[in-house]
Nanobody, 120 residues
Framework: QVQLVESGGGLVQAGGSLRLSCTVSGRILRLNAMSWYRQVPGKQRALVAGVTGDGGTNYGDSVKGRFTISRDNAKNTVYLQMNSLNPDDTAVYYC??????????????WGRGTQVTVSS
């Protein structure tokens, strides 16, 4: 089974920084797109940033220039560096990973989420 473990969330003051990590474990043949989403109560989960298997990136408009997504394929890990945080960034952040398992079907899996709270 594929498992995702997120870490790095917490409480930070406006203007501060946090770095989220999401590590994938299991019988992984290949990881393709790796993404971060966020969700606040009463709203749909929204894309924050994504990175493709060949390193191409895309960002939500509200985080461009402040957040950076990266991946370490040797560690099966995707990161989200978040700078210049503001209270509107407060949300539960979820990792999504798409890939192929060894002797198994393609998968798209979600982490359990990590809370990020930005105080004003």
């Amino acid at each position: 089974q594929v498992q995702l473990v997120e870490s790095g969330g917490g409480l930070v003051q406006a203007g501060g920084s946090l770095r989220l990590s999401c590590t994938v474990s299991g019988r992984i043949l290949r990881l393709n797109a790796m993404s971060w989403y966020r969700q606040v109560p009463g709203k749909q989960r929204a894309l924050v940033a994504g990175v493709t298997g060949d390193g191409g990136t895309n960002y939500g408009d509200s985080v461009k220039g402040r957040f950076t997504i990266s991946r370490d394929n040797a560690k099966n890990t995707v990161y989200l560096q978040m700078n210049s945080l503001n209270p509107d960034d407060t949300a539960v952040y979820y990792c999504n990973v798409q890939g192929v398992q060894v002797l198994g079907p393609p998968f798209s899996s979600w982490g359990r989420g990590t809370q990020v709270t930005v105080s004003s």
